[in-house]
T-cell receptor, first 112, second 116 residues
Framework: GDSVTQMEGPVTLSEEAFLTINCTYTATGYPSLFWYVQYPGEGLQLLLKATKADDKGSNKGFEATYRKETTSFHLEKGSVQVSDSAVYFCALRGTNAGKSTFGDGTTLTVKP | NAGVTQTPKFRVLKTGQSMTLLCAQDMNHEYMYWYRQDPGMGLRLIHYSVGEGTTAKGEVPDGYNVSRLKKQNFLLGLESAAPSQTSVYFC???????????????FGPGTRLTVL
């Protein structure tokens, strides 16, 4: 079945540091790939998505490129802020009723 | 437009008690989903619905039942709660039919359930 493997956390960075959170997936067919962010006590918010190979999703300075050859969708940001502290989830959605498969989440803490 | 709402926000149950969680969406979405989130883990699909009057099992359906009598509401029931069902429950919906994988899922704020 489908699966998503995320870089284990937690990740602690200083403000303005470069961020990479690795995500690889296994799926049949042509899934769409997503990054969600969850702030403490809240639900998941869509951060960005890519729906086909070589697409780049971007939002709020975050980027991720859909790499079919390496089955990856790594999240990057050039300069993190304290307000980026949250849990980040990589997910894929396949064609079977649009069900999502999530990674285990990576907790990011950014220190001033 | 309230999006996806969930009630209640918090609940504490004793083992063996029953309860129903309500998810409501005002976006006329076809597909709705119930997930649970446990510490250090991603979301796992419990049940889902592809339209009014339909339900289907997800990855971890045991101990739960669901109903979708109205398009805008998706109910999750626990008939006899167990401590293993202590979790945060999230509801989600997507706008289009056919399970288009490009659709964005919209999530509710979650219900934190503790079973003692």
């Amino acid at each position: 079945g489908d699966s998503v493997t995320q870089m284990e956390g937690p990740v602690t960075l200083s403000e303005e540091a470069f961020l990479t959170i690795n995500c690889t997936y296994t799926a049949t067919g042509y899934p769409s790939l997503f990054w969600y962010v969850q702030y403490p006590g809240e639900g998941l918010q869509l951060l960005l998505k890519a729906t086909k190979a070589d697409d780049k999703g971007s939002n709020k300075g975050f980027e991720a490129t859909y790499r079919k050859e390496t089955t990856s969708f790594h999240l990057e940001k050039g300069s993190v802020q304290v307000s980026d502290s949250a849990v980040y989830f990589c997910a894929l959605r396949g064609t079977n009723a649009g069900k999502s498969t999530f990674g285990d989440g990576t907790t990011l803490t950014v220190k001033p | 437009n309230a999006g996806v709402t969930q009630t209640p926000k918090f609940r504490v149950l004793k083992t063996g008690q029953s309860m129903t969680l309500l998810c409501a969406q005002d976006m006329n979405h076809e597909y709705m989903y119930w997930y649970r989130q446990d510490p250090g883990m991603g979301l796992r699909l419990i049940h889902y619905s592809v339209g009014e009057g339909t339900t289907a099992k997800g990855e971890v359906p045991d101990g739960y039942n669901v109903s979708r009598l109205k398009k805008q509401n998706f109910l999750l029931g626990l008939e006899s709660a167990a401590p293993s069902q202590t979790s945060v429950y999230f509801c989600a919906s997507t706008p289009y039919g056919r399970g288009d994988p490009t659709d964005t899922q919209y999530f509710g704020p979650g219900t934190r359930l503790t079973v003692l």
